[in-house]
Every structure is written in structure tokens, then in C-alpha cells.
């Protein structure tokens, strides 16, 4: 049977657990009690001095007749042995809040044991009612709000639909008149314009008392300026922000640097080329920031309730030891309290809840309640033990193929002998991108699991659906299928190596491979996790186009996967010439090496994922006016420079670059490793009660984290490796590049695990389990 403080663990919120009761506290103050409560062991006392002296031989006699007349007079009604008193206190200003205090009224009174057990339970109940009551009070206005703009939405589509049906109907007999004004030679101030100024004036006093009725107020709405037609010169304000379309997978975020709009075509000019498309454009936009507002606040609602139950269940259970320790029934009185407690007895939640339900089924789900369901109560995906078990499958082929290959490069020395060196310039690069692709899903899915494990809410981190979120088992699959079909791959071009076939068709396996790839990643039925790798192309594209979308945790997350995939794209380049100037054909791999334009390349290639990093600490510097990001944005620039100065380097051994080479990588190196260790993990605070981490950490052996700083330290610098040269022969050159590359994916993922965890304990500190939603309509007013 499982123990209740495990349960009760595995089951609350993350980023609420510091809210909830503390049950192993107060489990610990009752064991206490009941350590008090044991007899002393017995002394010799002197016969004078014991306790039973000088009592009459009938005292038992007596004290059983007093226990029998004590039941059978007494009432039924059990006395009351504590007291609990409720009084209001107005600490946070006008915020009155009730404040609980047990009195311990007969047989715990002189039990200071006791006292404390029943300090600590006010103290959490008072703590957890507080905690109910904010929420509470935040999800209540967050659908009050959520009506308001709901109530906007619907005026605006009505009139949208009107105004549609009256240009249809109206179209006709504007066509009729123009004609007779013609014929009557009508000037530009005819009175067939001024009443279509004057209709277009009234269908826009029309909107603007639609949506004053509404709460939204408009800059000098009692003075509005007109243009020079005539009409009135107004603006409402819409917000779409970028981070709306496309974080749940459908839609495109718009290309802007600004993150709202002006609605002018529907107040200004609803009637100009093109207004009616961009009009229901936005309002399609609106929309759906609106139902995905709701589908937040109905999750916050879930998990309130849910935190009501649970700990409602862990001060029964409580109290229950507690009664059981002491041989006395306090635990009705005190339930009787949280019953009537505040997190126990409003009923705000649940009446929130249905209300929900109703205006979504209504609005967004056509009056389904069955579809409408399926969004706000998405079903958790479960594990499948076929998953498992065709990993075990692809890991023990893998291991097997990956055997068969070794021998095989051993009998037709492609690793030895020099007359294989063509083997290492143009196919072996196209196998290390793909060893390098599967080494770092498999590092992803160490990181799901151990996540997992230790009950890090990464989906809510990224901002993943429940529905489709990749799981650890999923990742390892992907990982083994993909490294099994690219390690057979090689030991098929080794054996059709071996027996003779034309290099020419040999040669193109690879690339074959490679365009398998491309296609099972953007085939677009749904098969082969389709959610992910749209997802997965989705986040490329923002990070490609980093200055003009709003950066994202996970856009920033995984542009930082591509920094420590500098020699895969390094690999695609040379791979991509390869095919592309046909060398597998004449065998000429120093066709691409000596290239000029492939020579430049390389500098733009390990450029690229600093830069567009770089550009994402711009963008959030603009979008939240912290200069942490532009300090942030350094570290990528120092990368930038280093990476430069490496490969020049690498063509140029003179001194002069030798010692640029060690500069720009120390200052590099310290910049990095400051802010992995302080900034992305959080560690090195000399005043934190754990030495040298943090005060919050998620493992509980904190010698993990020292580990991982040293292990960290040590990979940062294996650019060391690019000055010593620890290199025998070309082949190994490359081999040993490849080795250090697989170093770097693991040491990115092993450096996810605490910054991500990071982020969670900073969730966790401002208690946020719930996305706060953008909403679409809001004054001009509030514009700062």
C-alpha cells in the first residue's frame, strides 16, 4: 500500500507544492507527540515515595463504579477538547482575511507538544486558505475579462455580418444611382455621396456604441476628428502578439516587429479594397486568443479544484494520526473547521467551471458539448508497452549492426589504410551527421526522462499540448530507429564496397539516405509523430527569422541545441557539395575543399547559430526592456569571434593567430561558463544555504551538482584540442572530430537538465501553473 505523503507527492502541483499543506511536517510533529507520550521506565522508588501508597484496598472498586456512572448519566454528545477561533485580520489593507487559532481546552493543555502540532495545523490551514482565496479571486476576474471580450468579439462579428448582407443588398441600387447621377451631371458634392458619408458615419457611431458598451473607451470619442471626406478619424486597438498564432500548431505568426495592430479598416474606412479580408482576418485572430484564454482558465480552475481536494484529504488524514496518538477524538471538532474553511466551502470554482463549459460549447464548439470537451479536458496520452518494447528491438539491432560494421571496417581497412582516405572526406560525413542527430535525440530523451522523474512540468515550460508532447519513450524510438536504419545503411555501402559494384551507385546510398530524411520530416500525413516534427520545423523557421517573431522558451532552448551542432552543419555543407557538384562520380572530394565559396561558407555556417541567438537576446531586450539580454547577447558575440578566429587558425598556424586563437577563446570561455553556472542554472551563490548551488534544488544528492559543474567545465574547453593537435594520421583527424562533437551534444545535454529545472523552480517561486493569456481588445488608454 502506498504511503499517503507519497501520494500526496505525487499528485499535487509542481509549481504550487510550497501552497499546499505541509504533511510531512505536521507527521513529524505528531511522532513527536507520541515519543512524549511514552511511559518513563520504571525506577525503584522507596516504598514511602510510591505512587500507590497509602491507597485503600477498594480504590479500584471505586474508580470502575465511577466510570460506569460516568457513561451510563452522561450525554450522547462527545465534550469538546480544543477550541478553534476564527478572527478577521486586515494585515494587506482593505483585504479582510480570516485568520484560524486552535485553543486547546481540557487534556492537551499542558501539553507542549501538542500546542506546537496545533500551531503548525493553523498555520498551514490559515496558509492554505489564503492561497485559495488569491487564486480565486485572480481566476474569477479572469473570466469576467474573458466575457468583456467575448461580448466585444460577438458585437463585432454581428456588425461585420451585418454590414456584409447590407453591401449586397445595397450594391444594385448604388450601381442604379451612379447611372441617373451621371445622366443628371451631379458634382463631387451631390447628395447621393453625402448620404453614402453620412450612412458610413452612422455604421461607425454603430460600432463605436457597440464596443463603449462593452467597456472599451476610445481617445477624445466626444471630439472626434473627421478626415476630409467627412468621415470620423477613429482607432480601436487590437493586440495579436506574435507568440498567438502558431504556438499550438496552426497559423503563422505575421512578420512584425510590433506586436499589435491598429484596427482601422473596420472603424476608419470599412468600406476600402481589401478591408473586409483583413477585418475577418483579425477577428479570426481574436478568436482564437480568446478560446485559448478560456481553455487556460478552465485548466487553472481544474487545478484549483484539484489543490481544494487534495488538501482537504491530507488534514483528514492528519488529524486522523493525530487522534489515534493521543487516544482522543479532537479531529471532528477541528474538520468541522475545514469544512467550513474557505478553500473547502466556496463554491466559486465550481459554479466558474460549469460557466465556462457553457459559453465554450456555445461559442467555439457550434453548441457541442462532446467536442468542446475535447479541448478543455484534452486526454493524457498513455504509455504503450509496444513503445518499449521496439526500442529494446532497434537497441539490440542497432548494437548488433554496429558490430557487424566495425569488423567490416577492419577487414577492408578504411580506418588504416591511406588508400581510403576518399572514404572520410565524402561518405563518412554524411553518416556523422545522422550519428550526431540520433546521439542528440537520445540525449533528449535522458533529459524527458529524468524531467519526468523528478516532476518537472516541462510541458508547461515549452508550452507543449498535453496531446502530442514527445515522451521519453517516444524520443528513445525515434533515437534507435533512426541510428539503426543509418548504421545499416553503412554496413549495406561496405559490403556492396566489397563486392565490386560500381562506386558510382555505391557512393549514392547516402545520399539517398539523407533525402529519406527530408521526406519522413515534412510528409505531411499524419504519421511518424507529424506534431513534433511540424513543431520541430515550426521553432527552425523562428529561429531563422529571429529579429521578426517573438522568442519563445523553446525558440531560445532550441537555438541553443544548434550551437553545439556547428560540425553537423559543417558536415551538411560539405555534403550537400558533394552531391551537388556530382563528386561522387569523379571521386574529386577536394573539389568542395578547395572552393573558395566553400571556404567562405564555413565562416557563415559557424556564424549562423550565434547570430540568430544573438538576435533573439535583441528581440527580447525589445519586447521586455531587460539589459540582462543584452549582456546575454555578448556571450553569443564572443562565441562568434572565437569560432572565427579557430578556423582561420586552422588554415593560417602562425603565432600571431595562435595567440588571437587563445584569447578570444578564454574570454569566450569565462563568459560562457559564467553564465551556464549563475544565470541558465542558477548556481554559485555564496550566501545559499547548500555551498556554492542554490537554496531550491530538485536532486536531492547536491553532490550531482558539483559533479555537473566540473563536468561542464571541463567540455567548455576542449577547444583546447584545436592548439595541441592531438592528431596522428588524417584519418584519426577525423575521427577525433567526431569524438569531440559527440562530447559537445552530450554536454548540451546534460546542461538542458538544470536549466530547464531552473526555470521550473523559478515557476515554482512565483507559484505560475497557469499560461497567462494575451487578450485581443483593450483601450488605446492603456498604451504606455
Wanted: aromatic share 12%; proline share 3%; hydrophobic share 40%.
Amino acid at each position: 500500500m502506498v504511503k499517503f505523503s507519497k501520494e500526496l507527492e505525487a499528485q499535487l502541483i509542481p509549481e504550487w507544492k510550497e501552497a499546499f499543506v505541509n504533511y510531512c511536517l505536521l507527521k513529524k510533529q505528531i511522532k513527536k507527540i507520541k515519543i512524549s507520550r511514552k511511559p518513563k521506565p520504571a525506577s525503584l522508588y522507596p516504598i514511602a515515595h510510591h505512587p500507590y501508597c497509602g491507597l485503600s484496598l477498594f480504590q479500584p472498586v471505586r474508580n470502575l463504579a465511577r466510570t460506569f456512572s460516568d457513561k451510563l448519566f452522561s450525554s450522547s454528545e462527545t465534550p469538546e477538547i480544543l477550541e478553534v477561533r476564527r478572527r478577521k485580520s486586515s494585515e494587506n489593507g482593505d483585504d479582510v482575511e480570516e485568520i484560524y487559532q486552535t485553543e486547546l481546552v481540557q487534556l492537551f493543555s499542558e501539553e507542549d507538544e501538542v500546542k506546537v502540532f496545533f500551531a503548525r495545523l493553523d498555520e498551514e490551514l490559515n496558509k492554505v486558505n489564503q492561497f485559495h482565496k488569491s487564486k480565486e479571486t485572480e481566476f474569477v476576474g479572469r473570466g469576467e475579462n474573458l466575457k468583456k471580450q467575448l461580448d466585444i468579439l460577438a458585437e463585432l462579428k454581428q456588425i461585420l455580418s451585418d454590414r456584409k448582407k447590407r453591401n449586397l443588398s445595397g450594391s444594385n441600387s448604388h450601381r442604379s444611382f451612379n447611372s441617373s447621377a451621371r445622366n443628371s451631371d451631379f458634382s463631387a458634392g451631390s447628395p447621393g455621396e453625402l448620404s453614402e458619408t453620412q450612412s458610413e458615419t452612422s455604421r461607425t457611431d454603430e460600432i463605436i456604441e457597440a464596443l463603449e458598451r462593452n467597456g472599451v473607451n476610445f481617445i477624445n470619442s466626444a471630439t472626434r476628428t473627421k478626415t476630409k471626406g467627412g468621415k470620423p478619424k477613429m482607432s480601436l486597438r487590437v493586440d495579436i502578439p506574435d507568440a498567438v498564432a502558431g504556438a499550438d500548431g496552426g497559423g503563422a505568426r505575421s512578420i512584425a516587429t510590433a506586436t499589435s495592430v491598429l484596427w482601422e479598416e473596420l472603424v476608419n474606412n470599412p468600406r476600402s479594397g481589401g478591408g473586409d479580408f483583413i477585418t475577418r482576418k483579425k477577428i479570426q485572430c481574436a478568436e482564437k486568443m480568446i478560446r485559448k484564454a478560456f481553455v487556460e482558465l478552465y485548466r487553472g480552475l481544474g487545478l484549483l479544484k484539484t489543490y481544494s481536494s487534495l488538501n482537504m484529504i491530507a488534514f483528514t488524514k492528519i488529524l486522523k494520526k493525530f487522534d489515534k496518538v493521543s487516544g482522543q477524538q479532537a479531529s471532528s471538532s477541528y474538520l468541522k473547521v475545514v469544512k467550513r474553511s474557505q478553500f473547502t466551502s466556496s463554491d466559486k470554482v465550481v459554479r466558474l467551471m460549469d460557466e465556462v463549459e457553457s459559453i465554450f460549447t456555445k461559442h467555439f464548439a457550434n453548441s457541442d458539448r462532446k467536442k468542446a470537451m475535447k479541448f478543455l479536458r484534452p486526454h493524457q496520452q498513455k504509455d504503450s508497452h509496444m513503445v518499449t518494447f521496439f526500442v529494446g528491438l532497434f537497441t539490440g539491432c542497432f548494437v548488433s549492426l554496429f558490430s557487424i560494421y566495425i569488423i567490416l571496417a577492419h577487414l577492408s581497412g578504411i580506418f588504416t589504410s591511406g588508400a581510403q582516405v576518399s572514404y572520410m572526406e565524402t561518405v563518412y560525413p554524411v553518416f556523422s551527421v545522422f550519428a550526431l542527430l540520433s546521439l542528440h535525440m537520445f540525449m533528449y530523451g535522458c533529459n524527458l526522462f529524468m524531467w519526468k522523474s523528478t516532476r518537472i512540468n516541462y510541458t508547461f515550460i515549452f508550452e507543449f499540448s498535453p496531446t502530442t508532447a514527445l515522451r521519453y519513450r517516444d524520443a528513445f524510438l525515434m533515437g534507435t530507429t533512426f541510428m539503426t536504419a543509418v548504421v545499416g545503411a553503412m554496413v549495406i555501402h561496405l559490403i556492396l564496397r566489397a563486392a565490386g559494384f560500381s562506386a558510382n551507385q555505391v557512393d549514392t546510398i547516402p545520399g539517398v539516405l539523407l533525402l529519406i530524411f527530408i521526406c519522413v520530416l515534412i510528409c505531411p500525413f499524419d504519421a511518424f509523430y507529424r506534431p513534433t516534427r511540424f513543431c520541430f520545423i515550426r521553432i527552425l523557421r523562428n529561429i531563422v527569422c529571429s529579429p521578426f517573431y517573438k522568442v519563445l522558451m523553446v525558440d531560445f532552448f532550441m537555438a541553443d541545441q544548434l550551437t553545439s551542432q556547428i560540425p553537423l552543419l559543417r558536415h551538411l555543407e560539405s555534403t550537400a557539395c558533394y552531391f551537388m557538384a556530382q563528386s561522387f562520380r569523379t571521386h574529386e572530394y577536394n573539389t568542395c575543399k578547395n572552393g573558395r565559396i566553400y571556404r567562405e561558407l564555413a565562416y557563415l555556417i559557424s556564424f549562423s547559430p550565434y547570430f540568430w541567438r544573438a538576435m533573439q537576446c535583441i528581440r527580447r531586450w525589445w519586447d521586455e526592456s531587460n539589459t540582462d539580454h543584452l549582456v546575454n547577447m555578448g556571450k553569443y558575440v564572443s562565441a562568434m569571434v572565437a569560432a572565427g578566429v579557430r578556423i582561420t587558425y586552422a588554415r593560417e598556424s602562425t603565432n600571431l593567430w595562435l595567440t588571437a586563437v587563445l584569447v578570444s577563446s578564454v574570454v569566450a570561455t569565462l563568459y560562457q561558463l559564467y553564465w551556464d553556472f549563475v544565470k541558465d542554472w542558477g548556481l554559485l551563490n555564496p550566501k545559499s544555504k547548500n555551498p556554492w548551488l542554490r537554496d531550491d534544488l530538485v536532486l536531492k544528492n547536491k553532490n550531482f551538482y558539483y559533479f555537473s559543474i566540473a563536468v561542464n567545465l571541463v567540455l567548455r574547453v576542449a577547444w583546447i584540442e584545436t592548439i595541441v593537435r592531438f592528431r596522428v594520421n588524417h584519418v584519426q583527424s577525423h575521427l577525433l572530430d567526431f569524438l569531440l562533437a559527440s562530447l559537445e551534444v552530450i554536454r548540451r545535454g546534460h546542461w538542458n537538465f538544470y536549466r530547464v529545472e531552473n526555470e521550473h523552480l523559478n515557476n515554482v517561486g512565483h507559484f505560475r501553473a497557469v499560461k497567462t493569456v494575451p487578450l485581443p481588445f483593450r483601450d488605446m488608454d492603456s498604451d504606455d
